[in-house]
């Protein structure tokens, strides 16, 4: 299912806000640890390049503000680490 901010809403129509904020919230978190996991097909990418490629994708397929404050959690715990 995408939830692509921009794309058509598969499989409700919903775009942007109308997408629950749950769901926006969950289908960042999942991308990144699927992005910083290894997979059959691929080796994971390193956290600043998963981060890299959410950066890019902000705005087409993902809510910017949840990428905001996603990036900011992140960089948040690893400084703790």
Wanted: charged share 30%.
């Amino acid at each position: 299912m995408c939830l692509a901010v921009g794309g058509t809403g598969y499989p409700l129509g919903l775009k942007s806000d109308e997408i629950p904020l749950a769901a926006r919230i969950i289908a960042v978190a999942d991308v990144y640890q699927a992005l910083i996991s290894d997979r059959p097909y691929r080796k994971a990418y390193s956290k600043d390049k998963a981060i890299e490629i959410m950066k890019k994708e902000s705005g087409s397929h993902f809510d910017p503000k949840i990428i905001k404050i996603f990036l900011k959690v992140i960089k948040e715990v690893n400084e703790k680490r």
